[in-house]
């Protein structure tokens, strides 16, 4: 199924006409993004780790901001909602064991193969379990295909790949072409199992179609990693996760007698079935844990004639704390990311508090944990302060290029909703046009704080100027994108240097997404999703008036 987006400008004439709600800003400016960012991103602040001293200090900072505004505090009373987090230390000093008919295959964890567990157990083991490759792991019945259909993988390990039969075909009508669907995200597949009864799933790595090298997934048996403390992880069937290089799974199916691409080629098909390999997993994983909590921080301004409904605005506060050092540099002060885009939440608020008082509420929602798998977003979703169905749509900023003025509004998951048409009505304003993400294949829409929302119905704009900055042109700025992604991403150079960094192109977009939100929040309609969307559900339409 193709996307509607090949035909944007018709279905500009779709959207319902109705007042055109568009008004100026008059309190936002560049002076007030620069404060912001300058005291977010300063070395003091120490790169914002959750749970940390640093990491409260900016929470606490974020708190008086919201206050000077004139924001209500979203939470009963305060500005802060607690979010219960407990840091998994995996031990991965046993070995993975596979045994099949030709011997005993014995992998150091973090090697060939990578497998940690989400279970707050000392120790979670899989004796003789038998291994199954589904493929892609998908069940979704909007594109017909259930790669479940033929086999009961319960208390069984599933051997999947990563990425969706989109990208591995490059067919643009196989689910989203190259672009990645939410069943391609690795995320996405552990969920699966989980639903499916799975006791392990074992993801197959791919540099093109992961969209990293295989040392990423391969520190996970080790590395510490946070999730929510609420969540009833004892509970779950998936017990062990991880990941598995391509030519260990080459040879664990050679193995088995199955040739790797052979199989990619039948995967992509509908005739494929799975394939139960002679081989059986063995290990042992410990896990020991320590719990701590951070914060959410949230205001809200309330609405005239539908408080009860809320426009969202979200830019995590979290980053990376301190680490390893380069240059002698161990502070991660994520300018970029994601300080930028938290000026961006207060420049609109403090826009929204000075103008005429919209008919819907407005929720500016700063989360933690971002940077650990979207906890702090998941949290929120689960205890919200306006309910999901009630929450009209949103808008979150992440990773802010601070180049200046750009001429394009990149939207990372067009095609996913009528929020498009919106921005586009708004960007046209500003003499600006909408281009898609320029690696729609890496899944960014499903890697910062839309998903949780996203996945409970509520449809987001992931948009900024990006991929063309006016004076340098588009071919530069995808240069300094590229450079970006390769050497300042999650290091301790993203940094905020007020005499080289222009924020008028930030500015710019606090102003474009003012405007969006301004007239969502003064409609009576809600943003539907399109039909073709993973996360399509129908909207509440009609709210009679
Ligand atoms: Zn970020």
Redesign the pocket.
């Known amino acids: 199924m193709k996307h509607f987006f090949y035909s944007l400008p018709l279905l500009l004439l779709l959207v319902s006409c109705g007042n055109d709600n568009s008004i100026n800003t008059k309190k936002m400016n560049l002076a007030m993004l620069a404060t912001d960012l300058a005291i977010l991103a300063a070395d003091d602040m120490e790169g914002r780790a959750p749970c940390t001293a640093s990491g409260e200090r900016a929470v606490r900072y974020l708190q008086s901001r919201m206050e000077e505004i004139g924001l209500e505090p979203a939470f009963g009373g305060s500005y802060l909602q607690e979010v219960p987090l407990v840091k998994i230390l995996p031990d991965p000093s046993e070995p993975v064991v596979i045994k099949d008919r030709k011997g005993v295959l014995r992998y150091t964890n973090g090697t060939e193969i990578s497998l940690w567990s989400p279970i707050l157990s000392p120790e979670i083991s899989l004796t003789n379990n038998e291994i199954v490759f589904v493929g892609f792991g998908i069940d979704a019945p909007e594109h017909n295909w259930n790669d479940f259909e033929k086999i009961d993988v319960k208390g069984k390990t599933i051997m999947v790949l990563v990425n969706d039969p989109g990208f591995f075909t490059q067919d643009s009508t196989l689910f989203n072409g190259t672009t990645m669907t939410y069943y391609g995200r690795w995320t996405y597949k552990f969920e699966e199992a989980e639903r499916q009864g799975a006791a392990g799933c074992i993801i197959v790595h791919e540099d093109m179609a992961s969209g990293y090298p295989w040392a990423v997934p391969s520190r996970h048996s080790r590395d510490p990693e946070y999730y929510l403390q609420n969540e009833a992880r004892s509970e779950k069937q998936c017990k062990v996760l991880g990941w598995i290089s391509l030519s260990a799974a080459r040879d664990l199916l050679a193995r088995s007698g199955y040739d790797y691409d052979s199989l990619k080629e039948t995967v992509v098909t509908l005739d494929f079935t799975p394939v139960q390999l002679q081989a059986k997993l063995n290990v042992r994983l410990r896990n020991s844990w320590e719990t701590c909590t951070s914060h959410n921080v949230a205001g809200v301004l309330r609405g005239s004639t539908a408080p009860d409904e809320a426009v969202v605005y979200v ?2 506060w979290d ?1 990376l704390g301190i680490g390893r050092p380069v240059d002698g540099d161990s502070i991660y002060n ?1 300018a970029s ?2 300080a930028a ?1 938290m000026a961006w939440v207060l420049a609109i608020a403090e826009e929204f508090k000075v103008q005429p008082q919209t008919e819907r509420s407005l929720l500016f929602f700063i989360p933690t944990a ?2 650990s798998s979207l906890l702090g977003s998941y949290h929120y979703v689960e205890n919200p302060v306006f309910p999901m169905e009630k929450t009209v749509a949103g808008f979150n900023s ?2 802010i290029l601070m180049l200046g003025r750009f001429e394009d509004v990149t939207v990372t998951g067009l095609g996913h909703s009528e929020l498009d048409q919106y921005l586009e009505k708004e960007a046209l304003k500003q003499g600006r046009y909408i281009s898609n993400d320029p690696n729609p294949e890496n899944g960014m829409f499903f890697r ?1 704080d839309q998903l949780p929302f996203m996945k409970k119905g509520v449809p987001f704009l992931f948009a900024k100027g990006y991929t063309h900055q006016r004076e340098l042109g588009k071919e530069a700025t995808l240069q300094i994108i590229a450079d970006y992604w390769k050497n300042v991403y999650h290091k301790p150079c993203d940094e905020f240097v007020p005499e080289h960094d222009k924020l008028e192109g930030l500015l710019e977009d606090a102003q474009l997404f003012f405007s969006v939100g301004y007239r969502i929040a003064n409609e009576q309609t809600y943003p539907q999703w399109h039909k073709t969307s993973e996360f399509y559900q129908e909207r509440c339409v009609d709210r009679v008036l």
């Open positions: 830019a995590h980053h994520g990311d994601n885009a971002e940077e992440d990773v910062s």
